[in-house]
């Protein structure tokens, strides 16, 4: 009986232990203000590729460190963003107007993303590859998809993300938007970048 007993104990306390190095591991972040910042929405038209910029957003994270060691990241247990569509801003106002009609942003003023899922392998040089699942929602139309972010840990402790995801506008319910009474028709093919700077 005394036997049962001390190993229930024991497991008992391997798990509080377990629990709480896990819980000390991680870290909440968010995203600041940073010259660093930007998303680009991009495609191709009937004239010239084009492209759609803006470093204004929001977005926070719950990164997890080993304990005790907060250059080496090894989980993502939570990420959002949110982007108003009408700080995406090209060199041509008509399209960005057209733009923003096509995106609906009287209604859906905000393109966001939610993470689902995450698994993360270290490269080298404090740069790690997430291969991540989540929700993206654009036009008030949700999709999943995965997306490969490669992070990097920088020495003032703020992490680096940056990625690339391609997509299709008609994936969205999204008519692709034209130009100068039509005659720059864009293509259904974009591409969105982005670069975050996260800080504890």
Partial sequence: MKNIISYG????????????H??????????????HNSMKLSGT????????????FTGSAQFGFNSG???KLTALQSLTFSL??????????????????????DR?????????????SAEKDNKYLVKTKGSLSIAGVTKEIALDVY???????????????????????IKPPSFMFGA?????????DFTLVYEK
Avoid: R
């Fill in 184 to 192: 720059m028709k864009t293509g259904d093919n974009i591409t969105l």
């Fill in 69 to 71: 060691n907060e250059d």
């Fill in 151 to 173: 992070c990097v840990v920088n020495k003032d402790a703020t992490i680096t993300s940056t990625g690339s995801y391609k997509m299709k506008m008609s994936d969205y319910k």
């Fill in 108 to 120: 859906f003023a905000n393109i966001v993303y939610k993470l689902k899922s995450a698994t993360v």
């Fill in 84 to 105: 108003p569509v009408e700080h995406l801003k090209s060199d041509k106002k008509g399209l960005d107007n057209n733009a923003y009609k096509a995106l609906k942003s």
């Fill in 9 to 20: 104990f024991i497991l008992k306390v391997v798990f509080m232990m377990a629990f709480s």
């Fill in 45 to 56: 038209s009937s004239l010239h590729d084009w492209d759609m910029k803006t470093g204004v």
């Fill in 22 to 35: 896990n819980l000390g591991a991680q870290s909440a972040y968010k995203i600041v203000k940073s010259t």
